[in-house]
């Protein structure tokens, strides 16, 4: 499986960004989908996720009412649509796609987000 993140960009503190990943290869073996990030001199950190048929979502406590996630099967794709964008949402944010519940078997390069004040 590889995937391929984009959308990323320079953003003013409240506005928004659409995040893209785009999956080939086996995506049959696709089970989660999620979204990770990392901020300068931080760990990496968990954002969202959804399962496979995009019906269960879930998302870090900081981000909840302001990013949502989405996937379209038919298309090998997931969205991360992030409004109300804080200076502390300032990372390279990755997806990652798991070929079973809660695992990280697959990684995205990454897209950087940035937000100014």
């Known amino acids: 499986v590889q995937l391929q993140a984009s959308g990323g960009g320079v953003v003013q503190a409240g506005g928004s960004l659409r995040l893209s990943c785009a999956a080939s290869g086996r995506t049959d073996r696709i089970y989660d989908l999620e979204w990770f990030r990392q901020a300068p001199g931080k760990e990496r950190e968990f954002v969202a996720g959804v399962n496979w048929d995009g019906k269960y979502t879930h998302y870090r406590d900081s981000v909840k009412g302001r990013f949502t996630i989405s996937r379209d099967n038919t298309k090998n794709m997931m969205f991360l649509e992030m409004n109300n964008l804080k200076v502390e949402d300032t990372a390279v944010y990755y997806c990652?796609?798991?070929?079973?519940?809660?695992?990280?078997?697959?990684w995205g390069q990454g897209t950087q987000v940035t937000v100014s004040s």
């Open positions: 990652v796609a798991g070929i079973t519940l809660a695992t990280h078997d697959f």
